[in-house]
């Protein structure tokens, strides 16, 4: 993927964002800045951009796929927001600025993360016209799914549980999955739902990002070891200080690139023959597992 | 309402309930766990009844308001679990037992309130082949639109600022209209949505529910100075130690209850005329508003 071509998928999903972004109660706002503070303080839109693309590469329309994949960039920040908190991983920075607990408060920050979940299903009820109800629908499981017990937060559960113990590679593996795997396969799924993906195309797209978000992962991992603070913008060898599981602890550095390699060109694999024109699809697969930050 | 009538809805929604549970994922079971606990703490069940009893008014079917009834008590209990939490309101005790936080740790209490309203969204998704798609999203946009910040998010936020203020009586009644009113006319709307109300009927039962959001919500405030403990379930008298601005405080108790009776008056003349065979949600009205605890 060339750099403006991202960029310009990055101004798209920030302009949603503001349109989207509820109007806000003067009586409540605390919660409201909350929210807009951690959705703008410089992610960097992997989930949505990976909706748009999913969608365009199946020939579906930018303007019905907006909607959903800044939907689930709400909810990539509410789990954002809540996993920095003190009881959770208690971190203090994220993208190099403030975590929102530390910015705005713990019950501020608790409730900013309640209030994008909950407003990431008010904007994919709200779509329902660009899309028809059918879809819709399908697309409110997809992601609800993928978010709850059975997903992000049954990860986020094993994650925490894991921490200071010996863990075999399988659990890790296991726990990523649930973690940032299903959100990031719902991200996937949801794009080529709304284009009218057919059941073939529908599973390439499953495998494909599923490889993609253990890339993804893997590739985190790998920075929280070698990246320096002011690169990644979070406090660098935070998962060390836990005593996380992470693939470097568990396989090693060297082991977990070898295997970092292999999953991106699984993740390739899975598109060829099935996915035409799935070019913007493969350069995303090697932003994810090569990227800096 | 007959003892015996309500004691029959508990018992559909409690089986309800069970049979929505996402099965347990042992390596993540600390979250499951938190979440039943908390769902099975011996909740009143009041706004899936209020769902169920509105279905039913308007010639709905049980067993397709049954889901929708389910999710609206997941959400409710997800937000108990994290107005609980240390940084909100701080109780350590909720319907007579520790308090979720209290019984499984903070973060799973965080992650079981993320879990369940995910969940709830799921469960209504799962819905669409007994409502047919397009009453879905309607149900999924009233209850996101009424738990967020425009909703009982924001109510939240309003409540923890308001604490330790000095609050005109308008604002506390904005404040509950928030957060407990919103969810409990999304409760009502739902039920009627999905029997297929007519735009007169919507209406009678909305403004019905938010004077019996009110209601009820006056009546938790009475019952914070009036019950005891025992009987409450949840630490009495925790309103004055947050130094939350409540009915009493604001307007004395004995005016408190002057309002009481005619928010409740209310809430049955928006049905009169209105809504035919409406007795059950009558009654409905005199029990949130006369409850002992």
Known sequence: MTASYLHNHR?????GLREFFPTKD?????????MEYSLFSGGKRFRPILTLIT????????????????????IHTYSLIHDDLPAMDDDDLRRGKPSCHKKFGESAAILAGDGLMAEAFSLISRSETELGPEVTVLIVKEISDAIGV???????????????RETDHEAIIYMHSLKTGKLIVAAARSGAILAGASNGE???????????????????????????TDEMGKTSGSDIRLKKSTFPVTVGLDESKNQLSEVVS???????????DNARLLELADLAAYRRS
Chains 1, 2 share one sequence.
Do not use: H, W
């Open 202 to 228: 529908l599973k390439a797209i499953s495998d494909y990002a599923a490889d993609l978000g253990l890339a993804f992962q893997i590739r985190d991992d790998i920075l929280d070891v070698e990246g320096n």
């Open 150 to 164: 059975r997903g992000m937060v049954g990860g986020q559960m094993i994650d925490i549980e894991l921490a200071g």
């Open 266 to 276: 699984r993740a390739k694999a899975s598109l060829e023959g099935k996915i035409e």
């Open 55 to 74: 969608a365009e590469t199946l020939g579906g329309k930018m303007d019905r796929a907006l909607p959903i994949a800044c939907a689930i960039e709400f």
């Open 11 to 15: 101004l798209i999903i920030d302009q």
């Open 26 to 34: 003067p009586k409540a706002i605390n919660v409201y800045e909350a």
